[in-house]
């Protein structure tokens, strides 16, 4: 247990000192996959919010916009690129030698990178869009938070781990990830929140895993009203989804390595 938690620190370590050597890659991470997306996002609803108005003010979408999406940048990984490109050359086959197992190894590499990634970028925005919004958060909504951040990170990571896992028997698994991502962020509720829907569309979105990837979290940080009783549900639903996911990535794994032949040095 020791030796596995020194050898996360050592990847938590790596990640941090990449960030802060890399200022570069802070910057353009920020301007690209955030600043520009909610400037978009601010002019859009601006226009829709005074043409056609519901249950949300400009100030309040925005509010949920900049932290939905700071939560999908946090819970989207893409791990399936990686094992595209181990399972098509002879680097998993390498891999596989080693004294740490492959899973163990990128498991911790994404993990630690994305802690590192939210403590030094998503984590101060969340707290200033808070502060400056005037959220009054409750210690039991923000315990609920991390744990639906944990869980909708687990989806996310399972997700693209059996995406990547069909490379065993995919020449391409592009299209795939595309529509994957394209379904994460329309569904989430990272581009819109789900609660402007009809409540019976809501409800069956609410048995997808979907939503407990950006939108629950969301409205736990904006909405003080937000059900309880939703957060409670969506976690035994959104549990049995991430064993359900696991246990498929597992089954792809297992019968991948049992065809995979390794070529090369």
């Given at each position: 247990m020791m030796k596995s938690m020194r050898a996360f620190f050592g990847y938590f370590s790596y990640s941090i000192k990449k960030f802060l050597m890399y200022r570069v890659y802070l910057i353009s991470?920020?301007?690209?996959?955030?600043?520009?997306?909610?400037?978009?996002?601010?002019?859009?609803?601006?226009?829709?919010?005074?043409?056609?108005?519901?249950?949300?003010?400009?100030?309040?979408?925005?509010?949920?916009?900049?932290?939905?999406?700071?939560?999908?940048?946090?819970?989207?990984?893409?791990?399936?690129?990686?094992?595209?490109?181990?399972?098509k050359t002879y680097r998993l086959g390498q891999k596989l030698l080693l004294?740490?197992?492959?899973?163990?190894?990128?498991?911790?590499?994404?993990?630690?990178?994305?802690?590192?990634?939210?403590?030094?970028?998503?984590?101060?925005?969340?707290?200033?869009?808070?502060?400056?919004?005037?959220?009054?958060?409750?210690?039991?909504?923000?315990?609920?938070?991390?744990?639906?951040?944990?869980?909708?990170?687990?989806?996310?990571?399972?997700?693209s781990f059996i995406i990547g896992s069909l490379s065993f028997w995919l020449t391409e698994i592009w299209g795939i990830a595309a529509i994957r991502n394209l379904l994460t962020g329309l569904l989430s509720g990272a581009i819109f929140p789900l609660d402007i829907l009809p409540e019976k569309i809501e409800s069956i979105m609410l048995i997808t895993p979907f939503p407990y990837m950006t939108y629950v979290p969301s409205k736990l940080i904006c909405d003080?009203?937000?059900?309880?009783?939703?957060?409670?549900?969506?976690?035994?639903?959104?549990?049995?989804?991430?064993?359900?996911?696991?246990?498929i990535a597992f089954l792809l794994m297992k019968n991948g390595l049992k065809k995979y032949t390794s070529n090369g040095a």
């Open positions: 991470e920020v301007l690209s996959s955030l600043i520009l997306p909610i400037i978009l996002n601010f002019f859009l609803w601006k226009s829709l919010l005074e043409a056609n108005p519901i249950n949300y003010n400009l100030k309040e979408m925005m509010r949920y916009i900049i932290i939905s999406n700071v939560i999908l940048l946090f819970t989207q990984i893409h791990v399936e690129y990686d094992l595209e490109r181990d399972i004294p740490v197992s492959y899973l163990t190894s990128i498991s911790y590499r994404y993990i630690s990178t994305s802690l590192a990634t939210f403590a030094i970028i998503y984590l101060p925005i969340i707290i200033a869009t808070s502060f400056f919004t005037g959220i009054d958060v409750q210690v039991i909504r923000i315990l609920y938070f991390v744990i639906t951040l944990i869980v909708g990170f687990l989806l996310n990571a399972m997700f003080p009203n937000f059900n309880i009783q939703i957060v409670n549900r969506g976690l035994i639903i959104s549990i049995f989804w991430v064993l359900g996911l696991s246990f």
